[in-house]
């Protein structure tokens, strides 16, 4: 470490180590969308595991394949359980050999075991015959002087000897007297002393050794092998010898198997990254500026809070060890988007008291104490669906629910503690006598309700012309990989290449019913190729393209594999995780409110998820993991504005508001109204920043929430609203009642 001066240190090492500490602590750590790499979902087979041990054997292979990965000698690789018996591996800026090598590495995860060939298997094999507790197996061996390998059959017993995790340590070295590979193995003392008992009961016997459920070799017992270490001989090539020796270092107590692969070129992360903080910086300048313009100081004053949030939610980020994907940045714009929200509550809240009369503290306290409610709800209701996103997500959709979830809890503490201490100074030091607002929306005294009915048909009419597209015209085409599986190459190029000829040379290769799409990223402007293919294909894929088509100078930038159980699993949880939010959603609003109320948050919040995915049909695009966060982030947002609308009709009726039920909604409508387009509108921008800059995986969250802004805004007034009028036949509810403080009756019987 040249930079470092530690000529006046006691512990130059120490200092040094220190140091680096200190460096490291403040860094988020970037998912491999972000800074590039391979990552692999791993699936350990536990038919091998005695039962109640899986989990310290999923622990096992988790520190196995750590040792495996450290031979790279990448930095922060990320090795880590997910699920029962599933590990995710990040491997962040691998060469495509060293990936090659990666997948062999993992694949074959050396569940070795030693096993007895039958006594009489030259006999048996030779009549066609099997034994009781046996397997017929074959065994490949190479003869120089013949075209091909030969095949040997062997009867190797099912119930093994021993195992793989007897042994300490495994190395290569050639045979003195023919040069071949071999790998010499040392045992701890209980394998030592087991392999004494095994071969002196065996002597003159062949022993199997299967790997991974692959007969490696059968080597003859010439004697008892008492010292605790011992030779494997085959017909390895030196490749061969050093993986198999490799893999015996570090056994596995269950075979794996690789059921994804996600691999992003290091260039590519990088421009993620840079159009990521540009969309960041961008949405979060576009907020700012609006709270500044339309609520003057107090928008300064919330602009404070929003900056504390992005250091919070950073902070946290970053003690926590939470690693930052590209739908994380997209939580992290979202968040600066909705942060506002609540200043928007407390500050139209502020806008009234003062309106009443209230002096400037007076109107402060009470503002607070009536958005706190609304508020509360709010957020709770968007962490449901957040929580759920962490609990049912994986990879970078949980990634997203972290992000999102730290945001919205430090939302909440910026918007009430926070700003309220900032006014509270600023009134108690006289620095600040009024606090004058924009008021581009007065007193709309609009009939909201007058247009219900048919605002319901067309909508509905709309959800059913998009589902109808994507299931009757788009069929299949309209699932990504993430739900029906499949391979998903991206490439850049030097050259087009007609998309057709593309075509034939794919289907040339055996590759059927390719999808071939050129893309261009709105952020950079750069164009890429997109191919899509069937489950183990990418590879072939690429390496045909590149032959036919060497003018194009194909380079892969990302390659997406998704077997097809996790696109299975994928679906389900989207399904699951969906019904969840809505479910929980439906119990919370029902206990703070009444279940009309409920019914109508829930009906609204099905409106805006089913009109979005058919708009998305409609768009032409994919659905994908990206997508389903987007949709749960819909969910959120929908019953955020619906619970504020909510809370006002609730309210009027404890103010005892003269009027009928239906005559109550609108002016609960018109009172929010202000509200509603100015929060709505500040996220909007802030994902129309993410749409325009954000790029990649972002693009399709961008679209997908930009629909669902637009619907849940709509559907709050249209559909929430319109049915909970419904539900009661246009009376108002029985349990309402007029229980205010008596000097505000006067003002509800005014309004």
Known sequence: FPSYDVSAELDPNRAILNRIQRAAAGRIKLGIDLRGGTAFLVEMETNNVAQGTEQNALNHAVEVLRKRVDQFGVAEPIIQPSGENRIQVQIPGLSEADKLSARAQLEKAAFLKFCMVHPQNDELVGQGMGAPGYELMKLKTRNPKAPKDSLQSLLVKRQAEMTGESIKDAAVYPDPTTGQPQIHFRLNSEGAALFGRITSANIGQRLAIVLDGELRSAPVIQGAITGGSGQITGDFDLKEAYELANVLQNPLKAPVKILAENGVDPSLGKDAIDSGIKASLYGTAAVAVFMAVYYLSSGLIANVALMANIVI???????????????????????????????????????????????????????????????????????????????????????????????????????????????????????????????????????????????????????????????????????????????????????????????????????????????????????????????????????????????????????????????????????????????????????????????????????????????????????????????????????????????????????????TFRELINQALNQTLSRTIITSGTVFLATLSLYIFGGGAINDFAFTFLVGIITGTYSSIYIASALVLWWHKGQRPKNASAVMMADEQPVAAKA
């Open 313 to 659: 939610l950073i902070g946290v980020m970053c003690s926590f060890g939470t690693t930052l994907t590209l739908p994380g940045i997209a939580g992290i714009v979202l968040t600066i988007g909705m942060s506002v929200d609540a200043n928007v509550l407390i500050f139209e809240r502020i806008r009234e008291e003062l309106g009443k009369g209230k002096s400037l503290r007076g109107a402060l306290s009470a503002g607070y104490d009536r958005a706190f409610g609304t508020i509360f709800d709010s957020h709770v209701t968007t962490l449901i669906s957040s929580i759920i996103l962490i609990y049912m997500g994986t990879g970078p959709i949980k990634g997203f629910g972290v992000t999102l979830t730290i945001g919205v809890s430090a939302s909440l503490f910026t918007a009430l503690v926070i700003t309220r201490l900032i006014f509270d100074f600023l009134i108690a030091k006289n620095i600040i006598k009024s606090l004058p607002m924009m008021h581009l929306i007065k007193n709309t005294k609009l009939d909201f309700m007058k247009l219900a009915k048919p605002a319901f048909i067309l909508s509905w009419a709309i959800i059913l012309v998009g589902l109808g597209y994507g299931a009757f015209v788009r069929g299949h085409k309209v699932f990504g990989i993430d739900f029906a599986g499949g391979d998903n190459l991206t490439m850049s190029f030097v050259q087009k290449v007609d998309p057709e000829k593309l075509r034939h040379a794919v289907t040339g290769a055996g590759v059927s019913d390719p999808s071939i799409q050129y893309q261009r990223d709105i952020s950079t402007g750069s164009e890429t190729l997109r191919v899509t293919s069937t489950f183990g294909t990418g590879d072939k894929v690429e390496t045909e393209l590149a032959k036919q088509f060497p003018e194009a100078k194909f380079k892969r930038v990302a390659l997406d594999k998704i077997g097809p159980v996790i696109g299975k699993e994928i679906q389900a949880t989207a399904l699951g995780a969906g019904l969840l939010s809505l479910f929980g959603i439906l119990v919370y609003v029902a206990f703070r409110y009444e279940f009309s109320f409920a019914i109508g948050a829930v009906v609204a919040i099905l409106h805006d998820v089913l009109m979005t995915i058919g708009c998305y049909f409609l768009a032409g695009r994919e659905l994908n993991a990206t997508m389903v966060a987007a949709v749960l982030t819909i969910i959120g947002f929908s019953i955020n504005d619906t619970v504020v609308i909510f809370d006002r009709i609730r309210e009027d009726l404890k103010l005892g508001v003269r009027g």
